[in-house]
């Protein structure tokens, strides 16, 4: 990719915004809004209408086809969309490109913390980048930088599909054989209860599961969305949480089984620890991975299981 094109990603996204989006205030009625758009027609293309309050805070998004068939005396905020999905100002051309490219509408609003509406990009800001990328034969370091992962699923050879996902299985490798080293400096504690090591699988797999569910979860929250420091420490906190609450259910369960093994209930105070503790490290490893491969502009899709998959395993086994 070319550094002038690189540049241009980067820009910030009020750079190429329109200034004049067609916006309607909310209180008015289809009638009274048809009339003023008469009065005073939008400039450029009508993709859709935005519906602003007093303060011209984006309160919807208003589809052509509504407004042209709903009863003129229909008010709009009974016709408009409320969940507007908005671009930030301090979003970039790069991350206008990943709103099209995730949503698939042909225009965003541009709006700031308050919600004001400040403008509007279209679908055309996206196929330009694309065109361009595709010019100089660098299409592909797009989708890679917005973490699409769709090019490599098309591959046709198999042995680039393999040399594609063989690096990030070679976490797991890893955590398996710092796992065994791990293991082993407690054999004499292994041989001496039993029961402990007849465990390990269910107490690596709880936490294994509940990895997976919070890189589930966290690649969701990020589908569309920009992800921020500010976000990831408010998902962290809530993940904490309920790490602590599903690992503590969980290793109290395998606990009360334990006592089957040993009455005494050293085994059943080790497994409620090492699970409590391991899964709610799990949780928020699993939940911030993605969030910190996107940050860092890597492809969460792919990187995130794998990862998250060989910190559980270390981090329970230790606990």
Not at 52 to 80: C, F, K, Y
Not at 106 to 115: H, I
Not at 200 to 220: D, G, K, N, R, Y
Request: charged share 20%; proline share 5%; with cysteine.
């Amino acid at each position: 990719m070319s550094v002038c094109l690189q540049e241009k990603l980067n820009d910030p996204v009020v750079k190429h915004m329109r200034l004049n989006p067609p916006r309607l205030h909310m209180d008015l009625t289809v009638g009274e809004a048809l009339a003023e758009i008469r009065r005073h027609p939008p400039e450029g293309r009508i993709i859709y209408f935005y519906a602003v309050d007093s303060e011209n805070r984006l309160a919807g998004v208003i589809p052509t086809r509504r407004l042209l068939l709903a009863p003129s005396e229909q008010p709009l905020r009974e016709i408009m969309v409320r969940q507007v999905v908005a671009i930030p100002d301090s979003a970039t051309v790069l991350d206008a490109c990943e709103f099209f490219t995730m949503h698939k509408l042909l225009a965003f609003p541009v709006v700031d913390k308050q919600r004001h509406l400040l403008g509007m990009v279209d679908v055309d800001l996206y196929t330009e980048e694309v065109h361009e990328l595709e010019s100089v034969g660098a299409s592909d370091q797009l989708f890679q930088l917005i973490g699409v992962t769709a090019a490599q699923a098309r591959r046709a050879s198999v042995f680039d599909a393999f040399r594609y996902r063989l690096p990030w299985l070679g976490c797991n490798l890893a955590s398996g054989i710092g796992a065994a080293f791990l293991a082993a400096q407690y054999e004499s504690v292994l041989a001496e209860v039993v029961a402990l090591a007849a465990f390990i699988p269910v107490v690596l797999a709880l936490a294994e599961s509940v990895a997976m569910q919070s890189v589930t979860l966290s690649l969701q929250v990020l589908h569309g969305q920009r992800p921020t420091w500010a976000s990831l420490l408010l998902k962290l906190r809530r993940e904490l949480v309920t790490g602590l609450l599903l690992g503590a259910t969980t290793g109290a369960l395998v606990a009360l089984v334990s006592f089957w093994w040993d009455p005494y209930g050293r085994v059943a105070v080790t497994l409620l620890g090492g699970i409590a503790g391991g899964v709610t490290l799990s949780a928020v490893l699993g939940m911030s991975l993605p969030f910190l491969l996107r940050l860092l502009r890597r492809d969460p899709q792919v990187a995130s299981g794998p990862i998250a998959l060989a910190g559980a395993d270390l981090v329970t086994l230790l606990f």
